[in-house]
């Protein structure tokens, strides 16, 4: 099928079951479309079995080996990220730098190395040849929460500013760890010594320091055109030129293009409140609204394909073992670094104590496409068993924290807060 047909049918589902969810459960937009997807997929499945309709089966597979990796690694993270991160302001970011950094950095590594340790001893206790370097590339898979679904779903539940504020950037920036982190194991993987020729500490330094500088050179250069321009559409022109010309140059010079992303994003933001003056209130107006519905756009077509892949979790054998077992190494790997990182953190925000932030943000953890577009690179690194497992248990992680968590965030937050007040 033609990439077009594909297009068609997918924003056809996004439109549809979309509107269904608006009139009928209300659900959070995106749950509610990855949800619905899910479950439509499911039921196509069984009745492309029971009444062997091929030309219904042949659609669903087509979109089911849509490669998600290269639409979003390659093709609409960087216009997502620089979407969530523009309107994030650089003075809030610079007051709670320290633990944005502590959760990016130190949270998402030892996330990484505690789900990876569990998953080799589940891995151990099922008879499962899972190596340690594979169970730790997996780690790196899961470690980074998502920033698409982090701003999309977290941020209509109107959590605390700060609160809000710190999910949202330890979400657009661990990524850039999680990546340098899946580059080293990864490494590890192909290596035929079960050695890496990459340290992290370099690719580390590599991927942020360089994904940081890249972002704020392109973003300076390009944002004297936007200053000085009136028009109003070739203002938005210049901002995709920005993000996307940044995360091309952090692809040739091996860099996180996801950081540079965040960074454009948040430095445009900067220098547009600075020159406000400058620019009519409607050319902002139209700004703005552009990258609102490009970006909810893109997800929407994100959580249909994901919902609509989720039956590739059946390819995996032992599935309610394994998916039960990888959603609760999860919990408790998330549970385990965030309780660890808090220590390093400094004043908590908004009044929570320590048990209540560690809750929260273990609940508010969620994951989303980066995680499957990382675990479907893994597909020529590992056997086809074990990547049928990490596949699998990737979208069982995905799904739980999108849909359950996703769904019951609400009173788990009213929860912790009447807690604190009590």
């Known amino acids: 099928m033609e990439t077009m047909y594909i297009f068609v049918v997918v924003i056809a589902l996004v439109c549809l079951l979309g509107f269904f969810n608006e009139k009928v459960t209300k659900m959070t937009y995106e749950i509610g479309l990855m949800l619905f997807s899910t479950i439509l997929g499911i039921v196509l499945l069984i009745g492309v079995a029971i009444f062997n309709d091929t030309s219904v089966g042949n659609v669903l597979k087509e979109i089911q080996e849509f490669d998600i990796h290269d639409f979003l690694m390659h093709g609409v993270l960087c216009f997502m990220l620089f979407a969530g991160s523009c309107h994030m302001k650089l003075s809030d970011f610079k007051r709670m730098a320290r633990q944005i ?11 990484a190395v505690f789900y990876g340790l569990l998953i080799y001893g589940a891995g151990y206790a099922f008879g ?49 760890i999680g990546v340098a982190l899946f580059v080293c194991f990864s490494g590890m993987v192909k290596a035929t010594g079960g ?39 070739l203002k938005i022109f210049i901002s995709l030129l920005t993000v996307s ?3 091309s140059l952090c692809e040739v010079f091996h860099c996180s293009g996801a950081i540079a992303s965040v960074i454009c994003g948040i430095l445009f933001s900067h220098l547009r409140s600075k020159y406000a003056e400058n620019e009519e209130k409607e050319h902002a107006e139209l700004f703005d609204s552009f990258w609102e ?12 394909l994901l919902g609509l892949s989720f039956v590739s979790v059946l390819k995996m054998e032992s ?20 309780s660890i990182s808090s220590l390093f953190m400094g004043e908590i925000p908004d009044g929570f ?12 953890g969620l994951r989303g496409g980066l995680s499957v577009a990382l ?43 009447k807690k604190k007040t009590a």
């Open 195 to 233: 050695s890496s020729d990459q340290g992290f500490l370099s690719v580390m330094l590599r991927e942020v320091l360089g994904a940081v500088a890249i972002g704020i050179i392109v973003t300076l250069v390009c944002f004297l055109m936007y200053r000085f321009s009136k028009h109003p559409q």
């Open 353 to 364: 104590s320590k048990s209540g932030f560690v809750t929260l943000f273990t609940w508010g």
């Open 293 to 304: 519905t490009l970006d909810v756009f893109f997800n929407s077509l994100l959580y249909v």
């Open 245 to 247: 010309l940044a995360y």
């Open 375 to 417: 675990a479907m690179s893994t597909k020529d690194m590992v056997p086809e068993k074990t990547y049928y497992i990490i596949l699998g248990c990737t979208y069982a992680v995905v799904f739980f924290t999108t849909v359950i968590q996703g769904l019951t965030m609400k009173p788990v937050y009213k929860a912790i807060t």
């Open 319 to 338: 599935v309610l073992l394994l998916s039960l077992t990888a959603i609760a190494a999860n919990l408790i790997a998330r549970v385990g670094s965030l």
């Open 101 to 111: 950094t502590v959760l990016s950095l130190v949270c998402t590594l030892l996330g």
């Open 128 to 176: 499962l040849k899972l190596s340690l370097p594979v169970c730790l590339m997996f780690g790196s898979i899961i470690a980074p929460t998502d920033p698409i679904a982090a701003t999309g779903i977290l941020s209509k539940f109107g959590l605390p500013k700060d609160t809000s504020f710190l999910i949202q950037g330890e979400s657009l920036f661990n990524d850039g």
